[in-house]
């Protein structure tokens, strides 16, 4: 065989589908992304492979992590081969979603035919290296955090048909997730608050239309912040405010609404934030701007 077996959604390892399914994942919608890119990847054969491989020879291959960090993604890149490579691929995941690894440890053995593991490998990576790399870089916030008492928050900057994965990956290092969709719960932000007339206004519109729907707004200034807290905002996002500001809208505020930081945020500054009492920091870097977490697939007994 030169091409990939392309195996149905039906046939592939269940556990594979369950390990998705329990983390709150949907697992068609990822087989369907996963057959997108492996079609992107392989418009035609795998030149290289079918030219330099015996599609009858066999081998096992290792991921191994080639820095320290925490998995993400394993289902995912089992999926990856269960697709290319069909029932013929052995599976052997070392290691579970959100472990910390070190560098050298396998995460995943594969077997099967080697032309065929070869084409699906750097799919395969694309996932779990850059799911794992964003569990790592959560990982590290939620460090910096420890025994503080707040937490590190995704948002919407994520990747175009990754958000599920890029949050799932996010509660694999040990982050929260915000809303995952404009439907999930209603931000009013900068620019709804200039369409709207204010703060309050825009407030008590969604409100209005949405009575039974999570209503965050974002405040600038503690002028704001001091009319939301009057009509009974009780979620509030801190934008771009210095540290004496959020010191002093935790004290205004007093328990009566959960704050969360945002704008500007660093992990340098994270528990300086942290110290000022708000309840979440919101920090897009988890998923727009995570370095990837190198793995690599190394084959063995050819």
Sequence with gaps: MTGPVRTPFDALATDVVQRLTAAGLDAEKIYADVVAAVEEDLPGED??????????T?????????????????????????????PAVVLTPAVEDGDAVRRDDVLLTVRGPVALLLTA??????????????????ARWKAALDGTGA????TRKTTPHLRALEKYAVRCGGGTNHRATL?????????????AGGVVPAYRAV???????LVQVEVTTLDQLHELLEVGADQILLDNMTTAMMTEA???????????ASGGLSIERAREVAGTGVDYLAVGALTHSAPVLDVAMDLKDL
């Design 151 to 154: 937490q590190v928050r995704d």
């Design 207 to 213: 409100r209005s239309r949405y009575p039974d729907v």
């Design 47 to 56: 030149v290289t492979s079918v030219a330099t491989i015996d599609p009858a």
């Design 58 to 86: 066999m081998a096992t291959a290792d991921l191994v992590a080639r820095a320290d960090g925490v998995v993400a993604g394993l289902a995912v890149a089992e999926m990856v081969f269960g697709f290319v490579v069909g």
């Design 121 to 138: 490998e750097r799919t395969a990576l694309n996932y779990l290296c850059h799911l794992s790399g964003v569990a790592t870089v959560t």
């Design 250 to 260: 935790v004290r205004v505020t007093a328990g009566r609404a959960t704050l969360e």
């Design 183 to 195: 439907s999930d719960q209603a931000l009013v932000k900068d620019n709804h608050v200039l369409a």
